[in-house]
Nanobody
Framework: QVQLVESGGGLVQVGASLRLSCAAS????????MGWFRQAPGKEREFVAA????????YYTDSVKGRFTITRDNAKNTLSLQMNNLKPEDTAVYYC?????????????WGQGTQVTVSS
């Protein structure tokens, strides 16, 4: 089992930067694909970015490409999301996710979320 705790959210102005972190417990962190999702008020939770267990492959939703960077440190069991040039539409609760699939069985864990508010 994996427990995830996000941090780093806050209130910033348009164009500012924030760095979100996700601390994971469990010795199998490195075997999980890790990702960030977000949920704005009144909207569905949406995918933001993901990174393979090796860290070699990263994926982003179009709206954050070129502004956000996802990284992981398997030695420290941490996941990060560097967010630059923030926009009001980035305002949401950001959730850390750990995902793995073994023998066709998918397992997914979520953190409690951290609020990011971008003020214009």
């Amino acid at each position: 089992q994996v427990q995830l705790v996000e941090s780093g959210g806050g209130l910033v102005q348009v164009g500012a930067s924030l760095r979100l972190s996700c601390a994971a417990s469990g010795r199998t962190f490195s075997s999980y694909t890790m990702g960030w999702f977000r949920q704005a008020p009144g909207k569905e939770r949406e995918f933001v970015a993901a990174i393979s267990w090796t860290g070699y492959n990263t994926y982003y939703t179009d709206s954050v490409k070129g502004r956000f960077t996802i990284t992981r440190d398997n030695a420290k069991n941490t996941l990060s999301l560097q967010m630059n040039n923030l926009k009001p539409e980035d305002t949401a609760v950001y959730y850390c996710n750990a995902y793995t699939e073994v023998s066709g069985r998918a397992t997914s864990y979520w953190g409690q979320g951290t609020q990011v508010t971008v003020s214009s």
